[in-house]
């Protein structure tokens, strides 16, 4: 007897569904079709999010690399352009460093 209902049911949605008229159906496949083609869209603009992302990350990386590079290249000009270093090399050679001719050369993010 519990079959019987079931069956019952099952039966009408499939007259139901023999019954669509070919509007409805167009209707429901296009609702189907566009739900698929916005899952698809959706996964593909996360995994192009994701790899964008992980552009960036590399480059934000590269970028304290070089920044690292740079303060250790400032620092050596600050090291090699010290007075006693110049004084030292100046009297080595025979000259003698007057301060006030001494001329610092900066670059352009110093100013």
Known sequence: MA????????????????????????FYGSII???IVLAVSIIFMQTRILQVQSELTNLNTELKTKETELEDVQQEVNELTR???????????????QKENRKVVSTSSDE
């Open 33 to 35: 079709l566009t739900a």
């Open 3 to 26: 079959d019987q209902p079931s069956q019952s049911r099952s039966n009408q949605l499939q007259e139901r569904i023999r019954r669509f008229s070919r509007v409805e159906k167009a």
């Open 83 to 97: 007075y006693e270093r110049l004084s030292k090399l100046a009297s080595s050679q025979g000259m003698s460093l």
